[in-house]
């Protein structure tokens, strides 16, 4: 069964501006059932994963087009990066025939990648401004739900009038812990396999296929240890030398293996709100887990129960909030980078997230359970900004939106991104 995904708009707008798109993602997320959903009707795909259209491509690059054609859907195309140049040849040919002849551009190449450390160079290099890029994550909230997904904004007027129009049932705090052990990788949503054993397989995978060339030989076991101690920090602060002392690697390759993640979509790093004013912020990113499923198979949690009443049931519930709204805006073609942000300083003040955006700050805290008490007491620290203060959120388990105060409005989890 197919799972619409909100991405789906997304990739459609931009081959109307590209002759090519490239849409990156962790393994397994869903790209290329997504690409053949979408387009499998009109454009031949190949895969090189497959030993012998790969050595076409490494060996011969001009050759494996010419045999291929275009409209073309390349797969995993970080396994043959000289395709690039050639790809770019053919664009550059056929923008050339489009300009003489008046014809409307058209979508030639659709590439997906599971690795974006190892191609994202050659794609800046070979098709800078001939390729629009996407990147594509595991299921949402809403994708779960078979709810069409909006995009996620925290002025609070859209909100109450999308909660008005969806109605849906409440879900308790047990059931949204489920949704979180569970996560978002399609193949356990749609119950194709079992959880434990496709994340053991998976984390496998991943290591044996993406990871291993790019670290150092013989350091598989270490960066297993790393994952595993990564994962029972998710939502905290990312300090490398303690990391890396924990793990017993030097902060250069804890840097690196950070970056190998982050590039792979397994992990989003959230930076600290700076705006140029003050030395006495935190510094340091925080580190999330994208699928918590998978972190909470890596933290060796055995259910959800025990996962919603461990020590770390507030940072996975964090988690998942934080991810929610990351994966939300990459659907919507969006760079959460650009707006979305935390605040915590040296006096120990934090605001779990900013939403900034054209001078306007929104801030929001996270919280497992209902009415938290004084869950806005730190939102007044970010008037040093001289930027216009909006209504901020509380997002936890309660039933329906409700202000909580001038500064503030509960809002409920279960609502998130739909």
């Not at 060339?213 to 598989?220: A, D, M, N, Q």
């Not at 240890?225 to 002392?245: D, K």
């Not at 030097?250 to 989003?268: A, F, M, P, Q």
């Not at 959460?336 to 040296?346: K, M």
Request: with cysteine; net charge neutral.
């Amino acid at each position: 069964m197919y799972v619409k995904r909100t991405i789906e708009e997304a990739i459609l707008k931009l081959g109307q501006s590209f002759p090519c798109i490239v849409i990156y993602g962790a393994r397994q997320v869903g790209k290329s059932t997504t690409i053949q959903h979408i387009f499998g009707q009109k454009y031949t795909k190949v895969t090189l994963d497959d030993l012998d259209d790969r050595a076409l491509a490494l060996n011969n690059p001009k050759l494996f087009l010419e045999t291929y054609g275009w409209p073309l859907i390349i797969d995993e195309i970080q396994k043959a990066p000289l395709l690039l140049d050639e790809i770019k040849k053919r664009i550059d040919e056929a923008r050339l025939q489009w300009l003489d002849s008046g014809e409307p551009r058209q979508l030639m190449y659709i590439l997906t990648s599971s690795n974006r450390f190892e191609l994202q160079q050659g794609i800046s290099d070979s098709l800078a401004g001939r390729c629009g890029v996407l990147e594509m994550t595991s299921f949402t909230q809403g994708e779960k739900a078979n709810a069409a997904g909006r995009l996620f904004h925290p002025e609070i007027a859209p909100l109450l009038k999308r909660e008005k129009e969806l109605k849906l049932p409440y879900r308790s705090r047990k059931e949204i812990f489920a949704d979180i052990f569970t996560g978002g990788m399609p193949d356990i949503c749609t119950n194709i396999a079992d959880r434990d054993t496709y994340f053991k397989s998976y984390v496998n995978t991943y290591i044996e296929k993406d990871v291993r060339k790019l670290i150092s030989v013989g350091s598989e076991l270490a960066f297993r240890n790393f994952i595993s101690l990564l994962a029972l920090r998710t939502a905290q602060e990312f300090h490398v030398g303690e990391l890396a002392s924990a793990v017993g690697i030097d902060t250069r390759t804890c840097k690196k293996w950070i970056s190998v993640l982050e590039t792979s979509g397994i992990i989003y790093l959230l930076q600290p709100y700076m705006a140029k004013i003050s030395k006495r912020i935190i510094k340091a990113p925080k580190i999330y887990f994208l699928d918590t499923g998978l972190c909470s198979y890596l933290c060796k949690w055995p259910n959800a129960e025990m996962l919603e009443n461990c020590a770390m049931s507030g940072a996975f519930f964090e988690t998942y909030v934080v991810s929610e709204i990351i994966k939300n805006a990459y659907a919507h073609n969006l760079d959460p980078q650009s707006f979305l942000f935390y605040y915590r300083d040296i006096d120990q003040k934090e605001v779990d997230l900013i939403y900034a955006e054209q001078g306007k700050i929104y801030p929001i805290e996270i919280k497992k359970g209902v009415a938290p008490s004084q869950p806005t007491k730190n939102f007044s620290v970010l008037q040093k900004y001289k930027q216009a203060i909006q209504p901020g959120l509380v997002i936890d388990t309660c039933e329906k939106i409700r202000p909580i105060n001038e500064a503030a409005w509960m809002y409920p989890v279960y609502l998130l991104g739909l």
